[in-house]
Protein backbone atom coordinates (compact mmCIF):
# COMPACT_ATOMS: atom_id res chain seq x y z
CA UNK A 1 0.00 0.00 0.00
CA UNK A 2 1.68 3.65 -0.85
CA UNK A 3 0.85 6.27 1.21
CA UNK A 4 0.97 9.59 -0.66
CA UNK A 5 1.51 12.62 1.88
CA UNK A 6 0.84 16.43 0.95
CA UNK A 7 2.04 18.93 0.49
CA UNK A 8 5.88 17.65 0.60
CA UNK A 9 7.07 21.06 1.91
CA UNK A 10 4.96 23.80 3.66
CA UNK A 11 5.58 27.29 4.94
CA UNK A 12 3.77 28.82 7.56
CA UNK A 13 4.72 30.98 10.12
CA UNK A 14 3.81 30.79 14.20
CA UNK A 15 0.10 31.10 15.14
CA UNK A 16 -0.55 29.56 11.87
CA UNK A 17 -3.29 26.43 11.08
CA UNK A 18 -1.59 24.44 9.13
CA UNK A 19 -2.96 20.76 7.27
CA UNK A 20 -0.98 17.76 5.90
CA UNK A 21 -2.70 15.12 3.80
CA UNK A 22 -1.86 11.11 3.51
CA UNK A 23 -3.83 9.39 1.18
CA UNK A 24 -3.34 5.74 0.42
CA UNK A 25 -3.41 3.60 -2.37
CA UNK A 26 -6.17 1.49 -1.10
CA UNK A 27 -8.97 1.45 1.91
CA UNK A 28 -7.41 0.92 4.94
CA UNK A 29 -10.07 1.43 7.11
CA UNK A 30 -8.36 3.84 10.21
CA UNK A 31 -5.24 1.97 10.83
CA UNK A 32 -3.21 4.83 10.41
CA UNK A 33 -0.77 7.08 12.66
CA UNK A 34 1.09 9.92 12.61
CA UNK A 35 4.70 10.98 13.76
CA UNK A 36 6.61 14.19 13.97
CA UNK A 37 10.45 13.58 13.45
CA UNK A 38 12.97 16.11 14.88
CA UNK A 39 16.54 16.24 12.75
CA UNK A 40 18.63 13.58 14.03
CA UNK A 41 16.32 12.19 16.26
CA UNK A 42 13.56 9.19 16.35
CA UNK A 43 9.77 9.62 15.21
CA UNK A 44 7.36 10.60 17.91
CA UNK A 45 4.57 9.20 17.59
CA UNK A 46 1.43 12.10 17.79
CA UNK A 47 -1.95 9.97 16.62
CA UNK A 48 -2.56 6.57 16.00
CA UNK A 49 -5.75 5.12 14.80
CA UNK A 50 -6.61 8.21 12.33
CA UNK A 51 -7.69 10.22 15.39
CA UNK A 52 -6.76 9.57 18.38
CA UNK A 53 -4.45 12.00 20.54
CA UNK A 54 -1.42 9.89 21.88
CA UNK A 55 -0.51 10.81 25.68
CA UNK A 56 1.26 13.65 26.47
CA UNK A 57 0.51 14.75 23.22
CA UNK A 58 -0.90 18.92 22.78
CA UNK A 59 -4.27 19.39 21.74
CA UNK A 60 -3.24 21.66 19.05
CA UNK A 61 -2.72 18.00 17.01
CA UNK A 62 -5.31 16.30 15.97
CA UNK A 63 -6.24 13.83 13.03
CA UNK A 64 -9.29 12.48 10.83
CA UNK A 65 -10.11 10.57 7.85
CA UNK A 66 -10.73 6.82 7.06
CA UNK A 67 -10.16 4.79 4.19
CA UNK A 68 -7.78 6.35 1.90
CA UNK A 69 -7.64 9.77 2.61
CA UNK A 70 -6.92 11.37 5.99
CA UNK A 71 -5.52 14.49 7.17
CA UNK A 72 -3.20 15.56 10.16
CA UNK A 73 -3.78 19.07 11.62
CA UNK A 74 -2.05 21.22 14.00
CA UNK A 75 -3.56 24.73 15.01
CA UNK A 76 -1.59 27.59 16.06
CA UNK A 77 1.96 26.38 15.12
CA UNK A 78 4.13 27.02 18.03
CA UNK A 79 8.46 27.24 17.44
CA UNK A 80 8.62 23.51 18.10
CA UNK A 81 6.20 22.34 15.54
CA UNK A 82 8.27 22.98 12.74
CA UNK A 83 9.79 19.74 11.47
CA UNK A 84 8.73 16.72 9.50
CA UNK A 85 5.84 14.53 9.56
CA UNK A 86 4.88 11.53 8.24
CA UNK A 87 2.10 9.17 8.41
CA UNK A 88 1.94 4.93 8.47
CA UNK A 89 -0.54 2.54 7.85
CA UNK A 90 -0.97 -0.77 9.51
CA UNK A 91 -3.34 -2.46 6.92
CA UNK A 92 -1.02 -4.74 5.66
CA UNK A 93 2.37 -6.01 4.99
CA UNK A 94 4.43 -4.43 4.13
CA UNK A 95 3.85 -1.83 6.72
CA UNK A 96 4.63 1.69 5.34
CA UNK A 97 5.52 5.51 5.56
CA UNK A 98 4.28 8.23 3.25
CA UNK A 99 7.07 10.39 1.87
CA UNK A 100 6.74 13.06 4.61
CA UNK A 101 5.80 16.62 5.24
CA UNK A 102 8.59 19.34 6.01
CA UNK A 103 6.80 22.41 7.48
CA UNK A 104 9.21 25.11 7.28
CA UNK A 105 9.50 28.98 8.97
CA UNK A 106 7.98 31.31 6.49
CA UNK B 1 13.35 2.28 26.92
CA UNK B 2 15.45 1.12 23.33
CA UNK B 3 18.82 1.47 23.37
CA UNK B 4 20.16 -0.07 19.77
CA UNK B 5 23.62 -0.96 19.39
CA UNK B 6 25.93 -2.64 16.56
CA UNK B 7 26.18 -0.33 13.68
CA UNK B 8 28.77 0.33 11.93
CA UNK B 9 30.96 0.71 8.62
CA UNK B 10 30.87 -2.72 6.38
CA UNK B 11 32.17 -4.06 2.65
CA UNK B 12 29.12 -4.59 0.46
CA UNK B 13 28.46 -8.53 0.68
CA UNK B 14 29.72 -8.17 4.23
CA UNK B 15 27.84 -9.20 7.89
CA UNK B 16 26.44 -7.07 10.65
CA UNK B 17 23.99 -7.64 13.52
CA UNK B 18 21.85 -5.08 15.38
CA UNK B 19 21.07 -5.38 18.85
CA UNK B 20 18.04 -3.47 20.71
CA UNK B 21 17.89 -3.78 24.15
CA UNK B 22 14.79 -3.20 25.96
CA UNK B 23 14.11 -1.82 29.34
CA UNK B 24 10.78 -1.46 31.04
CA UNK B 25 8.11 -3.88 29.52
CA UNK B 26 8.46 -7.44 27.88
CA UNK B 27 10.24 -8.00 24.22
CA UNK B 28 7.98 -11.62 24.59
CA UNK B 29 4.58 -9.57 25.21
CA UNK B 30 5.36 -7.20 22.36
CA UNK B 31 5.17 -6.78 18.71
CA UNK B 32 9.06 -5.45 17.98
CA UNK B 33 10.44 -4.02 14.68
CA UNK B 34 13.22 -2.56 13.23
CA UNK B 35 12.63 0.61 10.86
CA UNK B 36 15.14 2.46 8.75
CA UNK B 37 16.03 5.73 7.52
CA UNK B 38 18.82 6.09 4.65
CA UNK B 39 20.48 9.56 5.06
CA UNK B 40 18.07 12.44 3.87
CA UNK B 41 15.01 10.08 3.20
CA UNK B 42 11.95 8.90 4.44
CA UNK B 43 11.14 5.82 6.93
CA UNK B 44 11.17 2.17 5.70
CA UNK B 45 9.81 -0.53 8.17
CA UNK B 46 12.28 -3.54 7.80
CA UNK B 47 10.94 -6.39 10.19
CA UNK B 48 8.88 -7.57 12.78
CA UNK B 49 8.68 -10.37 15.57
CA UNK B 50 5.74 -11.36 16.95
CA UNK B 51 4.89 -11.81 20.68
CA UNK B 52 4.16 -15.63 19.52
CA UNK B 53 7.32 -15.57 17.38
CA UNK B 54 6.51 -14.94 14.08
CA UNK B 55 8.15 -12.77 11.68
CA UNK B 56 7.81 -10.25 8.78
CA UNK B 57 10.20 -8.81 6.48
CA UNK B 58 10.36 -6.21 3.50
CA UNK B 59 10.37 -7.82 0.30
CA UNK B 60 14.11 -6.41 -0.76
CA UNK B 61 15.95 -7.75 2.78
CA UNK B 62 13.91 -11.09 2.36
CA UNK B 63 16.43 -13.70 2.47
CA UNK B 64 19.56 -11.35 4.02
CA UNK B 65 17.99 -10.48 7.04
CA UNK B 66 16.35 -12.43 9.78
CA UNK B 67 15.37 -10.53 13.26
CA UNK B 68 15.12 -12.50 16.54
CA UNK B 69 14.47 -12.53 20.03
CA UNK B 70 16.22 -13.22 23.21
CA UNK B 71 13.56 -13.37 26.13
CA UNK B 72 16.02 -14.06 29.22
CA UNK B 73 18.24 -10.83 28.08
CA UNK B 74 15.17 -9.43 27.08
CA UNK B 75 16.59 -8.44 23.60
CA UNK B 76 15.87 -8.19 20.19
CA UNK B 77 18.44 -8.16 16.97
CA UNK B 78 18.86 -7.80 13.28
CA UNK B 79 20.75 -9.87 11.46
CA UNK B 80 21.95 -8.40 8.40
CA UNK B 81 23.67 -10.45 5.74
CA UNK B 82 24.78 -9.79 2.17
CA UNK B 83 24.67 -6.10 2.63
CA UNK B 84 24.64 -3.44 -0.27
CA UNK B 85 24.87 -0.45 -0.46
CA UNK B 86 21.83 0.65 -0.63
CA UNK B 87 20.82 -0.67 3.03
CA UNK B 88 23.05 1.85 4.37
CA UNK B 89 20.67 4.39 6.74
CA UNK B 90 20.18 4.56 10.48
CA UNK B 91 18.48 1.81 11.96
CA UNK B 92 16.03 2.27 14.62
CA UNK B 93 13.84 -0.27 16.67
CA UNK B 94 10.73 0.49 17.82
CA UNK B 95 7.72 -1.45 19.49
CA UNK B 96 4.65 -1.51 18.42
CA UNK B 97 1.69 -1.28 20.50
CA UNK B 98 -0.61 -3.96 18.72
CA UNK B 99 -4.17 -2.59 20.93
CA UNK B 100 -3.38 0.98 19.23
CA UNK B 101 -1.90 -0.23 15.97
CA UNK B 102 1.30 2.71 16.35
CA UNK B 103 4.95 2.37 16.95
CA UNK B 104 4.84 3.88 20.62
CA UNK B 105 8.47 3.69 21.45
CA UNK B 106 11.64 3.80 19.56
CA UNK B 107 15.14 3.75 19.84
CA UNK B 108 17.93 6.61 19.39
CA UNK B 109 19.11 4.94 16.17
CA UNK B 110 22.53 3.36 15.10
CA UNK B 111 24.18 4.10 11.73
CA UNK B 112 24.53 1.37 9.28
CA UNK B 113 27.70 2.55 6.09
CA UNK B 114 27.77 -0.07 3.54
CA UNK B 115 30.78 0.43 1.31
CA UNK B 116 33.74 -0.12 -0.29
Known amino acids: IQLTQSPSFLSASVGDKVTITCRASQGIRNYLAWYQQKPGKAPKLLIYGASTLQSGVPSRYSGSGSGTEFILTINTLQPEDFTTYYCQQFDSYPLTFGGGTKVEIK | QLVESGGGLVQPGGSLRLTCAVSGFKVRNNYMNWVRQAPGKGLEWVSVIYSDGRTEYLDSVKGRFTISRDTVKNTFYLQMNSLRPEDTAVYFC????????????WGQGTLVTVSS
Open chain 2, 94 to 105: ASWVVADDAFDI
